[in-house]
C-alpha cells in the first residue's frame, strides 16, 4: 500500500506520463529554484510541440533552454525571455510562439488555475499591447482587463525538503513561481534536495501541502548563477 | 550641467521616508539604495519575492537560491521576509510598496509610460513594470530628459507602447525634477547650472514653469 507515498526513484518514473503537445508549467525564476534534472529528463525524452508556462526560458545549455536545442517548445508564456542567443534565433525565425506576459498576471494565472478561479480582472496591462483584444470592465472607476487562468497536464516544480507525502518547503528566494506552479499542474511533479520523514517538517511552515503533489523525487543540483555579485 | 546617474540617484533618495517600503528597479533605481539617508529606514522589496534585500554578498555568502530581480546575488537583511510571487505581487498590485523608483523611455503629460519595447527591436519582455506601474499610487520615473540627438521624451502623447496608463507622477530627469498633474509637466526643480530655457525647449509634452524653479543642490563628495 502505497498510500499518501509520493516518492518516485527515478527522473523516468517522475516524468512517466508526458507526452507531444503537452502544456508545462515550471516553477523558477531566471536560473534561482528551477527544477534542472526534470527539464533534462523532458530533454532526454524528445517530447516535442511542448507549450511551457515559466517566468523566463534558461540560458543557453541550462533550464529550459536546454529544450530549444532540438525545438521541442513550441509555445511559451512569459514575462521575460532572451537571455540565450538560441531563443533570441528561434523568437526571430518564428520557430517558437512568445506570449508575453506581465510577472504578476502570470504568477496568478498559476495560482487562479489551481485555485478553480478561471479568470480574473486586473489593472496590470490595461492601456497597452497586453490588453489588446482583452474585455474590459471598471472597478471603482478604473479599467481593469479580464485575464484567463491556466493549468497544466504537468507542473515541474524545484523544492529544498519535502516529506513522503508530498508536504513542500522552498528555500530563500529560489521559492518564486514554484508554489503556484505547484498547484496548476494535473501531475505534479517536485523535485527537492532531500526527503524527509513525515512529521520531520513543521507542520505550519509548509509551502506546498502534500494534496497538490503527485510525485516527490530526491536529486542533486548544479544551482547555477546567473549573475555572480559579491562585495569585498 | 546634466545630472550624472549618481547624483540622480541621491536625488531621488530624498523622496524616501522612514517606514517606507520601496521597490527599485534596474540601472538608476538600483543606485538609490547608496544614498539613503542617515536616520531612516527603508526596506527594499524585490519583485522575485524578497521584503528587506540586503547587501551583495561576501565570497563567504554566496548563495544560489538568495537572488534578486534583476537575478543578481544577494542578502537578505536581519527583519527581511520572503515569499512566492503571487504574494509579492499581491504587494505590488495590492498598492502596498509606499514607492516605486522605475526608468522610462518616454513619459507623457497624461501619466502614460512607455519602458519595455521598442518596434523592431528585440523584445524581451515587460517582467515586473506593468505590474508595478499598474499597483503603485507613488511612482518616480528616472530617465534622460531627451536623446542624444535632443529628441524630448517627455511628450504630449507616448509614441512607444505603453507599459502602462495614466500612473506617473514624478520624473526625475537628467535636467529637471518634475510632477505631472491634469495634463501637464509642471516644472519644480533644474539641475545646477541648467537653464529653465534649455528645459523648455527639451520638453514636448505641456510644460508649467512656476515663477521660482530653485536649482538642486548636491554635496561635494557626489
Not at chain 1, 63 to 89: P, T
Request: net charge negative; glycine share 12%.
Amino acid at each position: 500500500m502505497a498510500g499518501f507515498d509520493k516518492r518516485v526513484f527515478s527522473y523516468e518514473q517522475a516524468m512517466e506520463g508526458i507526452e507531444d503537445g503537452m502544456t508545462i508549467i515550471a516553477g523558477g525564476f531566471g536560473l534561482c529554484g528551477i527544477p534542472e534534472n526534470l527539464i533534462a529528463e523532458i530533454k532526454r525524452r524528445r517530447v516535442k510541440d511542448l507549450t511551457v508556462v515559466s517566468n523566463n526560458c534558461g540560458v543557453d545549455g541550462f533550464g529550459l533552454g536546454l529544450l530549444l536545442e532540438d525545438r521541442q517548445i513550441r509555445k511559451i508564456f512569459a514575462s521575460y525571455v532572451g537571455e540565450n542567443a538560441l531563443f533570441e534565433q528561434q523568437m526571430l525565425n518564428d520557430e517558437i510562439e512568445v506570449v508575453l506576459t506581465p510577472q504578476g498576471t502570470l504568477a496568478e494565472k498559476m495560482r487562479a488555475g489551481g485555485a478553480g478561479i478561471p479568470a480574473f480582472y486586473t489593472a496590470t496591462g490595461y492601456g497597452t499591447p497586453i490588453g489588446e483584444g482583452k474585455e474590459v470592465r471598471e472597478f471603482n472607476g478604473r479599467p481593469h482587463i479580464l485575464e484567463e487562468a491556466m493549468t497544466g497536464d504537468f507542473a515541474i516544480v524545484k523544492g529544498w525538503k519535502a516529506d513522503r507525502y508530498g508536504n513542500v518547503v522552498y528555500r530563500h528566494t529560489a521559492q518564486n513561481f514554484n508554489p503556484m506552479a505547484a498547484t496548476a499542474g494535473r501531475i505534479t511533479v517536485v523535485e527537492v534536495e532531500e526527503i524527509v520523514e513525515p512529521g520531520e517538517l513543521e507542520p505550519s511552515q509548509i509551502h506546498t501541502p502534500g494534496i497538490y503533489v503527485d510525485r516527490i523525487i530526491q536529486g542533486s543540483f548544479e544551482k547555477r548563477i546567473e549573475k555572480r555579485t559579491v562585495r569585498s | 550641467m546634466a545630472l550624472t546617474r549618481e547624483q540622480m540617484a541621491q536625488r531621488v533618495a530624498r523622496e524616501l521616508e522612514d517606514g517606507f517600503y520601496v521597490n527599485l528597479g534596474i540601472g538608476i533605481p538600483t543606485l538609490v539604495a547608496n544614498y539613503i539617508p542617515d536616520g531612516i529606514d527603508v526596506m527594499l522589496q524585490s519583485e522575485n519575492g524578497l521584503l528587506g534585500m540586503g547587501r551583495f554578498p561576501t565570497e563567504d555568502e554566496l548563495d544560489p537560491d538568495m537572488i534578486n530581480a534583476g537575478k543578481q546575488t544577494v542578502t537578505a537583511r536581519p527583519g527581511a521576509a520572503i515569499f512566492s510571487s503571487a504574494e509579492s505581487f499581491a504587494m505590488i498590485r495590492g498598492g502596498h510598496v509606499d514607492l516605486t523608483v522605475l526608468g522610462a523611455f518616454e513619459v507623457d503629460q497624461n501619466g502614460n509610460i512607455a519602458s519595455w519595447m521598442v518596434p523592431g527591436k528585440l523584445i524581451k519582455g515587460m517582467g515586473g513594470a506593468m505590474d508595478l506601474v499598474a499597483g503603485a499610487e507613488n511612482i518616480i520615473c528616472t530617465m534622460t530628459h531627451a536623446s542624444k540627438h535632443g529628441e524630448s521624451k517627455l511628450l504630449e502623447s507616448c509614441n512607444l507602447p505603453l507599459t502602462g496608463a495614466g500612473c506617473i507622477n514624478r520624473v526625475l530627469t537628467d535636467l529637471a525634477y518634475l510632477e505631472i498633474k491634469d495634463g501637464a509637466f509642471i516644472l519644480k526643480e533644474r539641475a545646477p547650472g541648467v537653464s529653465v530655457e534649455e528645459i523648455v525647449e527639451k520638453t514636448a509634452g505641456k510644460l508649467i514653469v512656476p515663477a521660482h524653479v530653485p536649482e538642486m543642490t548636491f554635496e561635494e563628495s557626489a
